[in-house]
């Protein structure tokens, strides 16, 4: 049988590496993707193995390419397209890209750093610009106002040196001061409450919102400043003025005495702006420019520094020989493989030009192999959802090539919508046709990658969706009339069971099938479309369904059971044959074979004629468990009582069979005396499990091995039989198996 429905046959193989050539080997290896290493250093600590310094290395290039990837990304430069997939570089070549990369590193970092400082200083600039325009505003604001009659002046400006003077200024008796800056808005009235109740009112706060938006220089976020400007009288009020706005992290800016002072500062921003948006363009060209040569190498270099790493965290798991000159290593090979396997071997020595060749040797085990089982495009989804219950044993049946069928019918049958069905078909169809394109595969959407890699399964389910759509004549909850309906109605009319004043007084009418000409047979396919008029469309679709539900899940159920006797057979586990198998087999079909056969049954038997007659197969099962016969109710056919007794009492007496059978004759194969063998070189379910033990037991004994050849292992191994752990694992397997079946 095939890989594909039986995991590859395995062996255990002994590599022999040159060290000279050892890297180019595993790189050889690890692209034909052939084999699974074995850590031949259990004991030995990561941080002291041979190649440690080389996948620190790995691990700082691995820093510096994401750095370099989030800057790329930052700047929003394309990548480059289509798929990539070098060669891991010879150890004398990691040297020049980590050179390579360090310098990158350095320089991006330098360029960066000057960028970031060269916008800080612009937006230092561009706010002190904001806090003169609107300050000055403030001032003009003032004078405009001309005094009605003699009142204090609320706001003394500098620049009116027309009214005010420093004369005028001495006569309040305290040094006038100001302070101006920029604070979030978001925090100005806390910092104006603030100011009236640490100062006693002896300063005023005017404050204007800007109009433009300003980019925090820190965490790069658009935030709205204000403009403020606080006069105080006095230099202990100042003092505390320039703490309160230290602690609210405004921003302060020197206030111009006087408007000339003002006029030249103006100046001087404005040519230092452009000035920093000249050498701020070109730092930008000169930053994109180093990110674009670099981001056209970007993948390459990941691929490269990510399989370097694997490849000597791989040689870390080999040991050297007494020599040093030797590495061996024990890998899991596919039987059919280790012809290819000698050959990546021969061509990694080739290609490091070493004198002795490395060779493999197969070795004998008693370890349980790892499953593999091969996989494409298509069947990968199919395998993935089988795996997620769990990897099956070593050499297993693998039930992924029905689950392509099983699983996308089962969802059919309860999704079973024509047109939802042909949506999703289309979706998943474009999917498939579309499947190499890189921008589809390197999306990092988790629900969109999600369903791309389900993309066949999809297929399957819409395909399947559109099947029973139509054996359900159900479009978007609309029924399609392709054939036209089998019932009548005006045969109703034309026997003289239904007149006009029948159809005023009565709200809802029955069609009869007994009444010539109203039913003319089945519709040719699916569900008669006159079924989506009627009151009880719901009630008949859902026995329907319910039924064809009952029927899908025995017969599924039973192919599975039946699968597990190839497993059995493979194993040479006959035992289980007769205690697993054929109770299992006898609880299902017993009680609910049997009600799949009474669903059929009813079908064949009852006709639109006599449907009226039809008993109800619920309550006939019921009645089947509680031996009540057929009191008051018409059977199904002669001799229906005795026959479900007998179906009952078989059922009920194959569970203990099931759950006492194995554990019980395991338990009499442990002490019966006989010897224990060994079958094809390993264990075949777990190792020191007590089952496989009494099964190689059993072999043995149907090989006809000696008692006195193999007294030592069944005395360091008798130990580990434990009927209570047998038990226990057969009592969960019982419970599961009838709740299962029950559900």
Not at 106 to 111: G, I
Not at 407 to 434: E, K, N, Q, R
Not at 580 to 588: K, N
Request: aromatic share 12%; charged share 20%.
């Amino acid at each position: 049988m095939g890989s594909l429905f039986r995991s590859e046959e395995m062996c255990l193989a002994q590599l022999f590496l040159q060290s000279g050539s050892a890297y180019d080997c595993i790189s050889e290896l690890g692209e034909m993707g052939l084999v699974e290493f074995r850590d031949l250093n259990p004991n030995v600590n990561s941080f002291q193995r041979k190649f440690v310094g080389e996948i620190k290395r790995c691990e700082e290039m691995e820093r510096i390419l994401g750095y370099l990837l989030r800057e790329i990304k930052k700047a929003d430069i394309p990548l480059p397209e289509g798929e990539v997939n070098p060669v891991a570089p010879l150890p004398k070549h990691v040297l020049v890209i980590m050179e390579q990369l360090q310098k990158l590193e350095v320089e991006l970092s330098e360029v960066t750093k000057n960028k970031e400082k060269l916008k800080k200083n612009l937006l230092e600039l561009t706010e002190y610009t904001h806090m003169l325009r609107i300050t000055r505003n403030f001032v003009q604001r003032s004078t405009e106002q001309e005094p009605l009659q003699p009142q204090y002046e609320e706001f003394p400006f500098l620049e009116k040196e027309s009214l005010m003077d420093y004369n005028n200024m001495q006569r309040l008796g305290a040094k006038l001061g100001f302070i101006s800056g920029l604070i979030h808005r978001v925090k100005i009235e806390a910092f104006e409450r603030m100011l009236w109740r640490v100062c006693k009112g002896y300063t005023i706060l005017s404050y204007a919102e800007i109009d433009e938006n300003i980019e925090d220089p820190d965490t790069g976020e658009i935030t709205k400043s204000v403009v403020f400007l606080i006069s105080y009288w006095g230099e202990q009020i100042g003092q505390k003025v320039k703490k309160i706005c230290d602690c609210y992290h405004c921003h302060i800016y020197p206030y111009p005495s006087n408007n000339e002072e003002r006029k030249d500062v103006v100046e001087g921003l404005r040519t230092r702006i452009q000035d920093l948006h000249t050498v701020l363009h070109r730092t930008e060209d000169y930053l994109r420019q180093v990110l674009s040569k670099a981001s056209e190498s970007i993948y390459t270099w990941v691929i490269q520094v990510k399989k370097m790493k694997a490849i000597y965290h791989i040689l870390n798991l080999c040991s050297f020989d007494v020599t040093n000159k030797c590495l061996i290593a024990e890998v899991w090979c596919p039987v059919n493989d280790l012809t290819t396997l000698r050959r990546a071997l021969e061509e990694g020595s080739r290609k490091n030009g070493a004198t002795v060749p490395s060779f493999v040797n197969r070795i004998p085990s008693t370890e349980t192999p790892p499953t593999l089982i091969r996989t494409n495009k298509f069947t990968s989804g199919f395998q993935n959802i089988v795996e997620a219950y769990g990897v099956g044993n070593y050499r297993e049946v693998n039930p992924a090539p029905y689950t392509i069928v099983t699983f996308p019918f089962v969802f059919a049958v309860m999704f079973g919508d024509l047109g939802h069905g042909i949506i999703m078909a289309l979706f998943s169809l474009w999917m498939v046709l579309f499947e190499n394109n890189p921008k589809l595969k390197r999306t990092r959407n988790e629900i969109w990658n999600t369903f791309f890699e389900g993309r066949y399964i999809i297929l399957m389910m819409g395909i399947f969706s559109v099947y029973t759509g139509l054996i359900y004549n159900d479009c978007f909850s609309k029924s399609v009339n392709i054939f036209g309906s089998a019932w009548n109605v005006n045969a109703m009319f034309k026997a003289g069971q239904w007149n006009a004043s029948d159809l005023h007084s009565n709200a809802l009418l029955t069609l009869d099938p007994n009444v010539t000409g109203v039913f003319n047979g089945p519709y040719p396919f699916g569900i008669d479309p006159i079924w989506n008029l009627a009151t009880n469309r719901l009630s008949f679709l859902n026995s329907y369904k319910m039924k064809m539900s009952v029927i899908l899940g025995v017969v599924h159920m039973t192919f599975g059971v039946i699968l597990g006797v190839f497993n059995y057979l493979h194993f040479r586990k006959k035992f289980n044959i007769y205690l697993v198998f054929l109770p299992e087999l006898l609880f299902l079909l017993c009680l609910f074979g049997y009600l799949v056969f009474m669903i059929i049954f009813k079908w064949l038997a009852f006709s639109a004629e006599n449907s009226r007659l039809a008993p109800s197969i619920l309550i006939h099962f019921i009645n089947m468990f509680l031996f009540q016969g057929n009191e008051g109710m018409q059977p199904l056919y002669p001799g229906q009582t005795g026959l479900q007794v007998f179906l009952v009492v078989i059922a009920v007496l194959s569970v203990p069979v099931l759950l006492l059978g194995k554990p019980l004759y395991l338990y009499w194969l442990h002490h019966g005396g006989k010897s224990l063998g060994m079958y094809r070189g390993y264990e075949l379910v777990r190792r020191g499990s007590e089952e496989e033990l009494s099964l190689l037991r059993a072999h043995d004994m149907e090989e006809g091995g000696s008692h006195t050849d193999h007294t030592a292992s069944r005395e360091a191994q008798s130990e580990e039989f434990d009927f209570a752990d047998v038990f226990l694992h057969q009592s969960i397997h019982t419970i599961e198996y009838c709740l299962g079946c029950i559900s």
